[in-house]
């Protein structure tokens, strides 16, 4: 029977507007416009907040598309944590607007912002030390696992279990208490937390500096993950060429103000640089000179020391040498630190000062002119729930005492003076560290031990969270102390650091020493990991 063409070319064209519709509707639901680009998730607008007289966001907007990775970058103090804190209801902003998916968003505080499908990893520890692994992961959503008003704890711990395989963490325990892990593994539990919520946003603020190489290679596997499943990640790193690498577009803030945001195409570590920091900065900020210390007065000296994950270790420090250690995590690389300062029992053997004086405890060590700044900044270097002034003066006390009474003009100027010289961005010297960025939180942590009169620094990851600006400073103060004959222990995570900055390099594998360097030997980050690994 003859068919009318025009009929069997509309029923043709029904058929593919049909299967075009269902295509559309898959694009949609992966985030992606009829024109090939990703939608706009979540939109910040012209956001304000201040703290006192100061005003930490002016004005700043940020727009967030489905499916990708967007880098917050700036210096420390721009914003960058204020605007995600506020983001992910830590905080509220003092006004502006923000949109989730086209509607407004107004979370009031962190639980309804995860309701929402936001979360964010702090840069600093945000686990309860006294609480299970398991407790931690599910903390806020202990309802799912609650049978006739009774928790069940079995099933707590099997999720817990899950959730940690998901993230790559399946060597730590449900069961385990947070207070006896790592500091990087209590965030590789922040991240299995971070999972077990599914998250549409997952904010990372400065976690990589956090994490060895393994603990990074597991973050990045995560946010791939999401940007493949739709999902949106906002990273914020102080480490240039992370961002580069793992960001699709950049968002540069300086001083509380948006300033630009660039695509992939337009990475350039200069131009990043210059957006961050409102001036050209050198690619180099590392010391130039291609000489070890030559000086055989020995300040420190490590005897046959077998303590925490330590193994019969043996070295000298001496007097204006800046002497580096590095190694892969839960290679006793941190432990080197307490032993200097005396935080940590020895099984086996002496730390002996220049007179052949026993250190076995901080109180001996600081009678030695020690000082020490952990890599755990927030718990261990600083009481951050107190104010910048009793944080530079609590080393100093004696020093600032007369006839036993300290006179708060004698203590506000010694403040003003270690805050001057070290550039705290602060209110004042009696405003709370925790407000301050991390960048400012180390300058205070110097300014105690440099008040002091240190002769000693022992500096354990000492640009974690830092920006390049404050990395800069802090390199240059510490060539001006090597040159005052000083001396310093820097442990460090990251290769270019302890090769730019050290006299001598020391590789720790498996809680012994694989291999020591001299400045002149030039030993490159590929030879440096051939005795980590």
Known sequence: MFQNPLRIVRIHLSKQMKVCAQCFGIIFQKGINIMGQQKVLFEAKDVYKSFGITKALKGVKLELKSGEILGLIGENGSGKSTLTSIIAGIQAADSGSMFLEGKGYL??????????????????????????????????????????????????????????????????????????????????????????????????DETTTALSRTGR????????????????????????????????????????????????EDFSSQVIRRLMVGREISDNYYRTDMESCKNQEVVLQVKGVTAGKLNNIDFSLHKGEILGFG????????????????????????????????????????????????KNRDQEALMTNTPILDNICIASYARLSKNGCILPSRENKFVDDWAGQLEIKMQNSKQYVMELSGGNKQKVALA??????????????????????????LYNLMIKLKKEGKSIILISEELPEVIGMSDRVIILKDGKINGEFRREDQPTEALLINYMV
């Not at 935080?343 to 000082?371: C, F, Y």
Request: aromatic share 4%; net charge neutral; glycine share 10%.
């Open 107 to 204: 979370p009031q505080n962190s639980i309804e912002a995860g309701q929402s499908g936001i979360c964010m990893i702090l840069q600093e520890k945000s686990t309860f030390d006294h609480l299970s692994v398991a407790n931690n992961i599910f903390i806020g959503s202990e309802k799912r696992f609650m049978k006739a008003g009774i928790l069940d704890g079995g099933m707590m711990k099997r999720e817990a279990k899950n959730a940690l395989r998901i993230t790559g963490a399946s060597h730590i325990s449900p069961s385990a208490m947070i207070g006896n892990l790592s500091f990087e593994d209590g965030k590789l539990v922040e991240l299995a937390r971070a999972v077990s919520i599914k998250p549409k946003i997952l904010i990372i």
């Open 217 to 264: 290679d597991i973050l990045y596997l995560i946010l791939e993950k999401m940007k493949k499943e739709g999902n949106s990640v906002i990273f914020i790193s102080h480490d240039i060429d992370e961002m580069m690498n793992k960001c699709d577009r950049l968002t540069v803030l300086r001083d509380g103000s948006y300033i630009d945001t660039l695509e992939k």
């Open 327 to 374: 190694g892969l995590a839960d290679c006793g690389l941190h432990d080197i630190g307490r032993i200097a300062f005396g935080l940590l029992p020895l099984k086996t053997g002496e730390v002996k000062d220049a007179q052949g004086s026993r250190i076995e405890a901080p109180a001996q060590a600081m009678d030695r002119k020690i000082g020490y700044i952990a």
């Open 448 to 473: 105690k031990w440099l008040g002091f009169g240190a002769d000693i620094l022992v500096l354990d990851c000492p640009t974690r969270g830092i920006d390049i600006g404050v990395k800069s400073n």
